[in-house]
């Protein structure tokens, strides 16, 4: 086990739900933190009686909905004005960039509660959801329903498989490596696609 | 009035909640079957065998004592009385039972292995004496 997830468990034991929140917030900003591992491990102390499940569940919901919501937010406050002082304006205005707004924003539903299981994803979709002004009502649903899936998803495994929690999310991370070089492969694949596209519309 | 509120959002939405529970089932399905066939796989059992043995060892054995657990949390998991390791291990942390067992070493200047062998030592010997 490394010595940050060390570092949180033992003051997840100290501090308990506030620790919780704070880190599945932090994490939901990007931030290099294991929140699937706290938030498992969360579940297998209160498999123990140590901790309440459904505590777990609320205080982990809300970090990650907080956090997705601040995601967005600045995103959509700032995202395009400081895109822009950083000279990313060539992209900010790019049709592709463009056209996955559109593909977002065409399908919200699915595309957000996909992105909840896999971090790079759900920041990268929070971003272009803040980014494209997709109508907030809509983003809350889904950022909603995904993330308190997500959470009983983690906190189900965590609960279940009681002490043996470790091996558990050794297995998942190992599978989440996975997806994540999966899904960056199929991230740039899409992104040509989608270049070829807008480049064969511009020609005709 | 916000009932109704709500009853009409959710009759508007019924395709994105039918979505979601779906969703919710398959990644709940997924996760748990995926997880439990890693564990049969690393520890050469059935599927089955690899729940029910994680079920059964619900609470953490002795030998999985560790430095970042607390005192707290020791005394409950092994149903210690609350001044057992405080006496047996002569701790005089002012923030015992809530102090991490690496983190007490550390600040007592004791090896930390030499430490936690005398903590699993005296979880031992209690257990052993009821």
Known sequence: ?204 | MQLQHLKTFIRENKKAFITSVIVGLIFLTTGFVGVAHGMAVKKKVRLSHAYVQARQQEKITVDEVSGWMTFDYLNYTFKLPPEYLKETLHINSPKYPNVQVAGYAKQSRIEKSAFLESLKSAIQNYGDAR
């Open chain 1, 1 to 204: 086990m490394d010595f940050l997830l060390q570092t949180i468990l033992s003051y997840l034991l100290v501090y308990k739900y506030l620790v919780l929140f704070l880190v599945t917030f932090f994490a939901a900003l990007a931030l290099p933190i294991p929140s699937a591992a706290t938030l498992m491990a969360s579940a297998a102390f209160a498999a123990q009686g140590y901790f309440d499940l459904s505590l777990v569940i609320i205080t982990a919901s809300l970090g990650n909905i907080l956090g997705d919501n601040l995601c967005y937010w600045l995103a959509r406050t700032f995202g395009p004005s400081v895109l822009r002082k950083l000279g990313f304006k060539k992209y900010l205005d790019s049709p592709v960039l463009l056209s996955f707004e559109r593909h977002i924003n065409r399908r919200p539903g699915i595309i957000i509660l996909l992105s909840r299981v896999e971090v790079i994803a759900t920041i990268s979709v929070n971003l272009l959801a803040g980014l494209g002004k997709m109508p907030y009502r809509k983003y809350l649903l889904y950022d909603c329903i995904g993330e308190v899936l997500q959470v009983c998803m983690y906190a189900s495994l965590g609960y279940l498989f009681g002490s043996q929690w470790q091996e558990a999310n050794s297995i998942i991370g190992k599978v989440f490596l996975a997806m994540t070089f999966g899904g960056m492969i199929f991230a740039i694949f899409l992104w040509k696609k989608i270049s070829k596209r807008v480049s064969r519309q511009k020609r005709s």
